[in-house]
């Protein structure tokens, strides 16, 4: 069972206009997973240390070359001074990223641009094989952190001996709030996703496999190998890492895709989805609840900025999520059965090999 515990000065959370998540700052003690807040709030110094660990940040780019240089920037106004920013232009047709940064003279910034456009996944994974860090941040091109994201999250990670470290996100552009990211597998698989920026060590990011080549949502399925590893979190309880929200956002798109990359995710880790399921489908028939008496906000504690999601909405929403649901238990039923065929087969086959060796010796009369 979780350990919850509510901090009232921090937002509440929000993941877009038509999936409304309830979340509350957490302390988790779950099967794969631990996680803890802590207070980095003291401080900062600016000065590098030498034994201050590397920080390689992993940036994946295309056509975004209008917010390249404020998220490189974030990265030049860190108090935390041992870092490397790994820019993988994808390929990008227009704004490449060398001519975007054309003017940057500082040696810590490398860049390179891929043959071919690999997607964000593999460039992410490109980064990394070119990095040269203890640790890693992935941030993407369009978004920025905190002058003290890196510092504080390497004193969390040290102080608690942490795998992976993330805090509070705030949204701004097109929205602002505050979202509470979660490693609870059940709040992931409701719907959930958390955001792409951590820090993790180097040697977790290779235990989980890297990033899969999905289309969308690499992140949360990203998050998900790592909490399935046994990786252990610590969240920082302030908003470092700031996600912008413009119209070519990955959010502001392709919802539809996300949606549909989401399930493709369930099905891929069908095994754990299977045993968080009786909570999944607990959430679900609350939230549908709420959503219809509506007192969902009153319920979860959040207040929700600038949204325009209507009651009838969440109604219509859950009722296409709830098919989804029963179509993604039968689809896990029938594959159980064929496991269970498959290992029924494999069973059989010694004693199937000796009576054919039988009467294969038999035909040529050696028994």
């Known amino acids: 069972m979780p350990i919850v515990t509510t901090w009232p000065d921090i937002g509440d959370t929000h993941l877009d206009s038509e999936h ?3 979340i509350q700052l957490t302390i988790y003690e779950v099967r794969f997973t631990k996680v803890q807040s802590i207070d980095v709030s003291r401080t900062s110094s600016a000065a590098m240390k030498a034994n201050d ?5 992993l940036m994946p780019y295309y056509r975004l070359g209008e917010f390249l240089v404020d998220a490189v920037q974030s990265v030049k106004n860190q108090t935390y001074q041992n870092w490397e920013l790994i820019i993988v232009d994808d390929c990008s047709p227009d704004n490449p990223a060398l001519e975007v940064l054309a003017s940057e003279t500082d040696a810590r910034i490398h860049v390179s641009r891929n043959e071919k456009n690999l997607g964000c996944a593999a460039s992410r994974n490109v980064a990394a094989a070119q990095s040269k860090g203890e ?6 091109s369009d978004d920025v952190l905190a002058p003290t994201y890196i510092e504080k999250t390497v004193k969390a990670m040290a102080e608690t001996g942490a795998s992976a470290v993330y805090t509070h996100v705030k949204y701004f552009g097109k929205q602002e709030l505050i979202y509470i990211p979660s490693i609870d597998l059940v709040d992931i698989f409701t719907g959930h996703f958390p955001c792409n920026t951590l820090l993790l060590k180097r040697e977790s990011f290779d235990i989980a496999g890297g990033y899969k080549n999905l289309n969308v949502v690499e992140d949360t399925e990203f998050w998900i190998s790592l909490i399935e590893s046994g990786a252990k979190f610590t969240c920082i309880p302030e908003p470092l890492y700031h996600y912008r929200f413009h119209d070519r956002s990955t959010m502001h798109l392709h919802s539809k895709k996300i949606m549909k990359g989401f399930y493709n995710i369930l099905l891929l880790h069908h095994t754990a989805f299977a045993e968080h399921l009786e909570g999944v489908l607990k959430k679900w028939c609350e939230f549908a609840e709420s959503s219809s008496d509506g007192t969902y906000q009153q319920k979860r504690q959040m207040e929700i ?7 009838s909405k969440f109604e219509a929403e859950f009722s296409h999520l709830e098919s989804e649901m029963k179509s993604l238990k039968e689809k896990y039923r029938i594959l159980e059965n064929r496991v269970k065929r498959n290992e029924q087969m494999l069973a059989s086959l010694p004693s199937l090999t000796r009576q054919i060796s039988y009467l294969a010796l038999k035909k040529v009369r050696l028994r």
């Open 53 to 57: 660990p590397l920080v390689s940040i």
């Open 135 to 140: 640790y890693f941040l992935p941030l993407d």
């Open 305 to 311: 900025a600038k949204t325009d999601a209507s009651n």
């Open 20 to 22: 409304l998540n309830y």
